[in-house]
């Protein structure tokens, strides 16, 4: 019910405000009013399925709320209509930054240098940070190129070679040798040895002794002629085999 006011009237006694028993009855009933209220009925309630509730408990007649408390880097300000929760315009206040090797923790005043090491450069450009390979991308701009393996040439060829300085090479050889050769060669040998073809004494299927008189002109040739190809008797024969190929039909 809505409380019933007492008319007063405009001025003392003018005749125009309720008389004193009308008064005393709004007075009455009023007061029945406030007598028929269950002020049990009077709480408050945090609305919301989560987040923390400001509203604790009810004490008698006593709405009881939690205060606000400003946590680090966070203001409070209140005025009569509003608390106002803020964060101060800082940024991140630390920053860790951590490496193949070590890390390092950046406060609001730290400063961080990332510099190259061999071969890369670095460079910052409208906001941007670029770390970039400066060293030797191909293998023909490289001065000092080395192998830290095997190289497989998938069966392609080694072309303008100048000089070869190996302890070995296994397989086909084509080209100019100049200099000693140690060790054995194993295969067929095509071109000159000091400028001497020795492809005839060589090759395969073919065992030319040469003419009756000879005229020697190298040392291979001297060393042809002058030993004898034992092939053994016909008790105690060479156990060797001369292949010298099919007869031509």
Known sequence: MAVQLI??????NDGTG?????????????????????????????LGDTGEGLFL???????????ISAG?????????????????DIGVTDLT???????????????LTISGGADISTAIVGGVLTVAYTGVTDLVS?????????????ANNLL???TISTSGITGPLTGNVTGNVTGNVVGNLTGLVHDI??????????????????????????????????????????????DLGAIAV
């Open 197 to 242: 073809d020795i492809r005839p004494y060589f090759a395969e299927n073919s065992a030319d002794f040469g003419d009756i008189n000879p005229t020697v002109t190298n040392l291979i040739e001297f060393l042809i002629y002058n030993n004898d190809v034992d092939w053994g008797s016909i008790i105690a024969p060479n156990t060797s085999t001369l």
């Open 160 to 162: 303008n070679v100048g």
């Open 72 to 88: 680090a880097n966070i203001t409070l300000t209140a005025d009569d209509n509003k608390i106002v929760i803020a964060t101060p």
């Open 18 to 46: 309720d008389d004193l028993r009308e008064a005393m009855i709004k007075i009455n009933t009023n007061f029945e009013e406030l007598d028929l209220r269950d002020d049990e009925q009077t709480s408050a309630s945090n």
């Open 97 to 111: 930054v951590t490496a193949d090797t070590g890390s390092v923790v950046l406060d609001d005043s730290a400063a």
């Open 142 to 154: 490289d001065t000092t190129p080395q192998l830290s393996a095997d190289l497989d040439a998938q």
């Open 57 to 67: 408990r009810r004490n008698v007649y006593d709405l009881e709320f939690k205060k």
């Open 7 to 12: 008319n007063i009237g405009n001025v003392a």
